[in-house]
């Protein structure tokens, strides 16, 4: 949908903003700090995580996922498949990234319990996927592409006639 750098770079703050403001809210809830930590270290664990987030998935994420759901053999005219391609692969791509990043930010407030790191990471990553892709693609994703096409490319297609 986006059609410049600058759409590009709005799309992806909106898109990410939804994401991250769900996403750690969700994994703070599962792992029991929603309720021990002030606003203010929320506020701040909030910017941290959507500063990387937005990097991850402006230069690494996104352009793999762009690469691999262009390069899959359907229909580029359709439209919905193209969403639906695109969309499955970034939620695959960040999930697996940022639940790292969350393990990490875990293991740094000894948060992490006992047992194998590799089987954490793989429970993480199963219950980050359950809950974002059907967000991703049924809440934000429709939500995100009608407003930015109502308020951001409308705006862009009224000032350049």
């Given at each position: 949908?986006?059609?410049?750098?600058?759409?590009?770079?709005?799309?992806?703050?909106?898109?990410?903003?939804?994401?991250?403001?769900?996403?750690?809210?969700?994994?703070?809830?599962?792992?029991?700090?929603?309720?021990?930590?002030?606003?203010?270290?929320?506020?701040?664990?909030?910017?941290?995580c959507?500063?990387?987030?937005?990097?991850?998935?402006?230069?690494?994420?996104?352009?793999?996922?762009?690469?691999?759901?262009?390069?899959l053999?359907?229909?580029?005219?359709?439209?919905?498949?193209?969403?639906?391609?695109?969309?499955?692969?970034?939620?695959?791509?960040?999930?697996?990234?940022?639940?790292?990043?969350?393990?990490?930010?875990?293991?740094?407030?000894?948060?992490?319990?006992?047992?194998?790191?590799?089987?954490?990471?793989?429970?993480?990553?199963?219950?980050?996927?359950?809950?974002?892709?059907?967000?991703?693609?049924i809440?934000?994703?429709?939500?995100?592409?009608?407003?930015?096409?109502?308020?951001?490319?409308?705006?862009?297609?009224?000032?350049?006639?």
């Amino acid at each position: 949908m986006p059609t410049s750098k600058k759409e590009q770079i709005i799309f992806g703050l909106m898109m990410c903003t939804g994401m991250v403001v769900v996403m750690m809210f969700f994994n703070l809830w599962h792992s029991g700090l929603l309720g021990k930590m002030s606003p203010l270290e929320i506020l701040l664990q909030f910017i941290l995580c959507f500063v990387i987030a937005f990097l991850v998935e402006s230069f690494i994420v996104g352009p793999v996922a762009r690469k691999i759901a262009f390069s899959l053999p359907f229909d580029k005219s359709n439209k919905i498949l193209g969403v639906l391609a695109m969309s499955f692969f970034m939620v695959i791509g960040m999930v697996l990234i940022m639940s790292l990043y969350g393990m990490i930010s875990a293991y740094l407030a000894n948060q992490l319990s006992g047992g194998s790191i590799f089987h954490t990471y793989l429970h993480t990553i199963a219950r980050n996927f359950i809950l974002a892709l059907p967000y991703q693609l049924i809440i934000l994703g429709p939500l995100v592409r009608y407003v930015f096409g109502k308020f951001i490319r409308e705006k862009a297609t009224v000032v350049v006639s």
